[in-house]
């Protein structure tokens, strides 16, 4: 049997990796179904129009069309609690709340940029069109750019197992998903300058919420990228 709800895009996206986790928190059962980013099919961008990956449709609302679907991994995950409040993703309390959606919002921006549009997009979009790794942009934006991005959330933790305390939230997953997105091809922050972050990281990397599409990213990095790259150097 199909599941109802098919999410569009690939592994290899942070946010489709903070969606994944979500519906796997939930124990949602859901298909994937692969959008090609350098040509995306006109009947994908009708869905997504600022063509972006990923986006969902729930064919339980409509099976066809834009009816039934969602674009935007944020609205995609606020609509997963809504459909199915148990477990959490989100705080009850309001202050608590609105924190969680900042740092969501800090991971999604200014986590992604660096992360994923300065180390491991120069690296693998090269390798998917058959070029060279720009090592050079990779090398400057993990020395340069990523360092003040982990101090800020470092100081977060502070002792806690997660970033609002004793309990997961959005906040840890979409974090966690940008910080995959770097280890999977370079490794984790420096443990001696990142304790805190680097035991996180540990932590949701063995996270079953994780594995289903951690795998699907290791399969599919294998063919591409078998070392991690050292960009410390
Ligand atoms: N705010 C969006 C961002 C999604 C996003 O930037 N996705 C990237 C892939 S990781 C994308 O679709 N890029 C298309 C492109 O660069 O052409 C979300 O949370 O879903």
Same mark, same amino acid.
């Given at each position: 049997?199909?599941?109802?709800? %098919?999410?569009?895009?690939?592994? &290899?996206?942070?946010?489709?990796?903070?969606?994944?986790?979500?519906?796997?928190?939930?124990? &949602?059962?859901? *298909? /994937?179904?692969?959008?090609?980013?350098?040509?995306?099919?006109?009947?994908?961008?009708?869905?997504?129009?600022?063509?972006?990956?990923?986006? &969902?449709?729930?064919?339980?609302?409509?099976?066809?069309?834009?009816?039934?679907? $969602?674009?935007?991994?944020?609205? $995609?995950?606020?609509?997963?609690?809504?459909? /199915?409040?148990?477990?959490?993703?989100?705080?009850?309390?309001?202050?608590?709340?609105?924190?969680?959606?900042?740092?969501?919002?800090?991971?999604?921006?200014?986590?992604?940029?660096?992360? =994923? =549009?300065?180390?491991? #997009?120069?690296?693998?979009? +090269?390798?998917? !069109? =058959?070029?060279?790794?720009? &090592?050079? !942009?990779?090398?400057? !934006?993990?020395?340069?750019?990523?360092?003040? #991005?982990?101090?800020?959330?470092?100081?977060?933790?502070?002792?806690?197992?997660?970033?609002?305390?004793?309990?997961?939230? $959005?906040? *840890? %997953?979409? %974090?966690?998903?940008?910080?995959?997105?770097?280890?999977?091809?370079?490794?984790?922050?420096?443990?001696?300058?990142?304790?805190?972050?680097?035991?996180?990281?540990?932590?949701?990397?063995?996270?079953?919420?994780?594995? #289903?599409?951690? $795998? +699907?990213?290791?399969?599919?990095? @294998?063919?591409?990228?078998?070392?991690?790259? *050292?960009?410390? @150097?």
């Amino acid at each position: 049997m199909t599941a109802s709800l %098919i999410l569009f895009g690939s592994p &290899l996206s942070p946010f489709q990796r903070k969606v994944e986790a979500v519906m796997a928190l939930k124990g &949602l059962d859901y *298909d /994937c179904q692969a959008i090609n980013i350098m040509a995306m099919p006109d009947w994908y961008l009708a869905i997504s129009p600022l063509a972006r990956i990923p986006a &969902l449709r729930d064919t339980s609302i409509a099976t066809e069309g834009s009816e039934g679907t $969602i674009a935007d991994s944020s609205a $995609i995950c606020g609509y997963l609690e809504k459909k /199915c409040s148990a477990p959490a993703a989100y705080p009850d309390d309001p202050y608590l709340h609105g924190r969680a959606l900042w740092l969501e919002e800090y991971a999604d921006s200014a986590m992604a940029m660096a992360g =994923g =549009g300065g180390v491991f #997009r120069p690296i693998i979009f +090269a390798a998917m !069109t =058959g070029k060279e790794p720009d &090592l050079d !942009t990779a090398r400057k !934006t993990w020395n340069e750019k990523l360092p003040p #991005r982990w101090d800020y959330i470092e100081q977060h933790l502070d002792g806690q197992p997660y970033f609002l305390g004793d309990t997961l939230s $959005i906040a *840890d %997953i979409s %974090i966690a998903a940008q910080l995959m997105q770097t280890d999977l091809i370079a490794g984790p922050p420096d443990a001696a300058k990142w304790p805190a972050l680097a035991r996180f990281l540990e932590t949701m990397n063995a996270h079953e919420m994780f594995q #289903r599409n951690l $795998i +699907a990213c290791q399969k599919m990095l @294998a063919k591409m990228v078998p070392e991690k790259f *050292d960009l410390s @150097a």
